[in-house]
């Protein structure tokens, strides 16, 4: 988190007066998401290649049209989505 605030958040300026005139003058563009992730540890596997081999093969599978929900209950290692039980 400590690295997300420094190179992103810290990093990047963002005017909240900008981004709202943006929103008003077009707000038809925009719409609400709600991201959701699989978080693949490299401390679950013996290498970054051996993480990054296994994130590749959830997304092969994602592709062939998998459900997100079972995966991310299968593989995902976000001690938040762990401590809510199953992702939904």
């Given at each position: 988190m400590k690295w997300y605030r420094?190179?992103?958040v810290d990093s990047v300026p963002i005017d909240e007066a900008a981004v709202k005139?943006?929103?008003a003058t077009d707000p038809g563009k925009?719409?609400?998401v709600e991201p959701s992730h699989i978080l693949i540890?490299?401390?679950d596997a013996s290498t970054d290649?051996?993480?990054?081999?296994?994130?590749a093969?959830?997304?092969a599978r994602l592709d062939a049209?998998?459900?997100?929900v079972a995966l991310s209950n299968e593989f995902n290692n976000?001690?938040?989505?762990k401590s809510m039980g199953e992702f939904r």
């Amino acid at each position: 988190m400590k690295w997300y605030r420094t190179v992103v958040v810290d990093s990047v300026p963002i005017d909240e007066a900008a981004v709202k005139a943006a929103f008003a003058t077009d707000p038809g563009k925009y719409k609400q998401v709600e991201p959701s992730h699989i978080l693949i540890s490299s401390a679950d596997a013996s290498t970054d290649e051996d993480a990054k081999a296994k994130a590749a093969s959830i997304i092969a599978r994602l592709d062939a049209g998998e459900d997100f929900v079972a995966l991310s209950n299968e593989f995902n290692n976000d001690v938040s989505v762990k401590s809510m039980g199953e992702f939904r």
